[in-house]
């Protein structure tokens, strides 16, 4: 990976790369996880072949700064990042892959720009951006960890395994999602794809439960069997032939 940077107004270095020519395609990794998971998996190898591909480091992961307040996870920041990359990368307009709390991203990306022509959501349901329980689970777990890392009340080396988990960044982020607007499938501005697997029952629920709204926005829902949210991503033979046709066929390739 040849990784290149840009700087978010508040000072945030934000990492990315491009492989391959064409229409313009943003990748947008996993909670805890980052641009790499594309790489290694062998995505990008397959992509670029179709698309100018752009794998992103989101705020707080992989080589992009490890920002540990919650102001820094505004949702409004977040998607000035991605502008940001994309501008620098020449692309007046793209369409975006996001996985799990990537796919989170992509839904207001789709609902906000109008440089994004489609969106592939993979693993999560539109609404609400994270589940108020689950926060408060994560942070009672946690915070105490992310709050000694902040203020630096903690030996280098429990610092160095902290930044590893990445965990000061996930509360932080976590606890920012909160106050993120709940996304409709009707908000988005763009084609949509959804794509879960029958295994992954929180969004397989929201699925039957949503599909009048689903079927008026014109979302493509694919269901894959027997897949998990983990398989979702990693079972790339089962995903991959899902999800390019609708890209290309949205970004004027097929």
Known sequence: MNTQFVIYTDGARI?????????????????????????????????????????????????????????DYRIDKVCADLSAVAGACNAEQFVVWGYSFGGNIARYLGAWSDRVKAIAVIGVPFGPAVSAKFVEQFVAKWGALAEA??????????????????????????????????????????????????????????????RPALDTAN???????????????TRIDQVYPLVTPFLKRCSGTQ
């Open 149 to 210: 890392y902040r203020t630096g009340a903690m030996s280098p080396a429990k610092q160095k395994s902290a930044v590893k988990g990445q965990i000061p960044a996930l509360v932080a982020c976590l606890q920012a999602m909160r106050d993120w607007p709940s996304i409709d499938p009707g908000e988005v501005r763009c084609p949509s794809l959804l794509l879960a697997g029958t295994r992954n029952k929180g969004v397989m629920t929201w699925i039957a439960s949503h």
């Open 219 to 233: 979302v493509q829902v694919e269901i894959v069997d027997g897949l998990d949210h983990p398989q979702e991503f």
């Open 15 to 71: 990492a990315y790369d491009v492989s391959g020519q064409g229409p313009s395609l943003m990748l947008l990794h996993a909670a805890g996880k980052d641009r790499r998971d594309w790489h290694k998996l062998g995505y990008v190898d397959r992509l670029k072949h179709d698309f100018s591909v752009m794998a992103v480091d989101l705020r707080g992961s992989g080589e992009s700064e490890f920002l540990v307040n919650v102001d």
